[in-house]
């Protein structure tokens, strides 16, 4: 089993900045993908930054140049950078981890509990 725990979330006003991070535990090798996805009250999850083990990255068009994915694997935890905050970002942030066992093959797909970020107008 893995674990994935989010922190960083809280209220910030407009044009304001926010660090999300999530931690992954559990019996596993590598985080091989991690993606962070958003969810707004009314609204469908939203797929928001992506990054690969080998550093590879994809954002949301909502969020270049604004929002920077990064991982440290020696502890393997993902950073979500989130600048220039819009009160559209507002949501549930939450984590999704694909990892991989010793053999270097698919070994789950697992998900944080959510962070609230808030951006107030």
């Known amino acids: 089993q893995v674990r994935l725990v989010e922190s960083g979330g809280g209220l910030v006003p407009a044009g304001g900045s926010l660090r999300l991070s999530c931690a992954a535990s559990?019996?596993?090798?590598?985080?091989?993908?991690m993606n962070w996805y958003r969810q707004a009250p009314g609204k469908q999850r939203e797929l928001v930054a992506t990054i690969t083990r080998t550093s590879g990255t994809n954002y949301a068009d909502s969020v270049k140049g604004r929002f920077a994915i990064s991982m440290n694997n020696a502890k393997n935890t993902v950073y979500l950078q989130m600048n220039s905050l819009k009160p559209e970002d507002t949501g549930v942030y939450s984590c999704?981890?694909?990892?991989?066992?010793?053999?270097?093959?698919?070994?789950?797909?697992?998900w944080g509990q959510g962070t609230q970020v808030t951006v107030s107008s």
């Open positions: 999704n981890a694909h990892v991989l066992d010793t053999r270097m093959t698919p070994a789950g797909d697992y």
């Open positions: 559990g019996t596993f090798f590598k985080i091989d993908v």
